[in-house]
């Protein structure tokens, strides 16, 4: 069973275009974090929320921490073509400093 | 900036032989993983370690030990490598922890580990 469940697992859209990506768990989080993974690379992080209902935003990037902590998302403004990565969401379940992933949502925009 | 380094990006091995993988980080971080990453799985915990000499396993360990001998420098070893270990083997390290929030995981670029 997975801890965190990303949806959709694809993506593939225009230049220009608005995506959303959800990372979602029955299991309550002190913090979430949103890696970017770039063909090749190792994941980098983009962003940590810890805050129930906290927003952060990355310039056309959003984040969103649900109010139960136990879900998030991420909002991509009229995307670009360096967006494309494969987006993994990771969180430390019940205090824990050890992250577990999602499987990750892969992302391709074309332009 | 943080850099972690992992000793081969690409390697290709036979059935049976030992594997070695080599990290090492330059930011005197305590915690440091290795991680497989495979199609449609994500990232899957291997073993971490919290320090020197220091070792827990993951999810997966199965197959692997590793060695901390220095505390910049983790290893990942496969004892008789077999066709199921091919991947994507990425290491990680962070500081460490605080109070319970996850603290920020800086990766090395990966070793793709072909086992013919």
């Known amino acids: 069973t997975q801890l965190l469940e990303q949806s959709p697992q694809f993506l593939s859209i225009q230049e220009g275009e608005n995506l959303t990506v959800y990372c979602n768990s029955s299991s309550v989080f002190s913090s979430l974090q949103w890696y970017r993974q770039e063909p090749g690379e190792g994941p980098v992080l983009l962003v940590t929320?810890?805050?129930?209902?906290e927003v952060k935003k990355l310039k056309r990037l959003t984040f969103q921490f649900g109010d139960a902590r136990k879900d998030s998302s991420l909002h991509i403004t009229a995307a670009q073509t360096g967006d494309t990565g494969l987006y993994l969401c990771?969180?430390?379940?019940?205090?824990?400093?050890?992250?577990?992933f999602g499987r990750g949502t892969s992302l391709i925009v074309h332009p | 900036d943080v850099k972690v380094t992992q000793s081969s990006r690409y390697l290709v091995k036979r059935t049976g032989e030992k594997v070695f993988l080599e990290c090492v980080q330059d930011m005197d971080h305590e915690n440091m993983f290795w991680y497989r990453q495979d199609p449609g799985l994500g990232l899957r915990l291997i073993y971490f370690s919290y320090d020197v000499k220091m070792k827990e396993k993951g999810d997966i360990p199965e197959g692997y030990s590793v060695s901390r001998e220095k505390k910049e420098r983790f290893s990942l070893i496969l004892e008789s490598a077999s066709t199921n270990q091919t991947s994507m083997y990425l290491c990680?390290?962070?500081?460490?922890?605080?109070?319970?929030?996850?603290?920020?995981?800086?990766f090395g670029p990966g070793t793709r580990l072909t086992v013919l």
């Open positions: 990680a390290s962070s500081p460490s922890t605080s109070g319970g929030v996850a603290d920020t995981q800086y």
């Open positions: 990771a969180g430390a379940p019940g205090g824990s400093y050890i992250p577990t």
């Open positions: 929320v810890v805050t129930g209902g």
